[in-house]
């Protein structure tokens, strides 16, 4: 009797697999193309000049190299640990570029906001003086 019940439940699923799959995979590649518009206006304004496809392109290989990397460096170890580095490597070494790219954010808006007093108080001074915009 459980097998029928497991066989009928595997039918079921087989059968609305295609009703479930498409509306959550149309959801799933509107996500990933909001994503890919966010991470594009992000580098438009941070005047990084590279696709959103070739930065996932470095993403990955720069994971690949330091995983690989991490995993012959530590060959000699226990065995989990070689394993263990390799992912910790890849893992941040996936995440280096966007890291970087937040690191240059703050740092570019810290000397904007450092300038625009400067660039606020020669305005005000040219105004004095009787200078126009």
């Given amino acids: 009797m459980f097998f029928l019940i497991f066989i009928a439940l595997i ?4 059968v609305a697999a295609p009703f479930v799959f498409q509306p959550v995979r149309s959801a799933l590649q509107r996500s990933v193309f909001r ?3 966010n991470v594009a206006h992000e580098l ?4 990084i000049f590279i696709s959103v496809d070739r930065l996932q392109q470095l993403k990955w290989t720069i ?9 012959i460096l530590a060959w000699d170890a226990t065995p989990p640990a070689p394993w263990l580095v390799a ?14 790219i937040v690191f240059l954010r703050r740092r570019r808006r810290a000397a ?9 108080v020669l305005m005000a001074n040219g105004l004095r003086a009787g200078f126009n915009l």
Avoid: H, N
Avoid at 112 to 120: A, H, M, R
């Fill in 11 to 14: 039918v079921t699923a087989a």
């Fill in 35 to 37: 994503q890919k518009e």
């Fill in 44 to 47: 438009e304004q941070m005047f």
């Fill in 63 to 71: 994971a690949l190299a330091l995983a690989i990397s991490g995993l």
């Fill in 87 to 100: 992912a910790v490597l890849g893992a941040g070494g996936y995440w280096a570029p966007e890291i970087f």
């Fill in 112 to 120: 904007f906001s450092e300038q625009l007093v400067d660039g606020l």
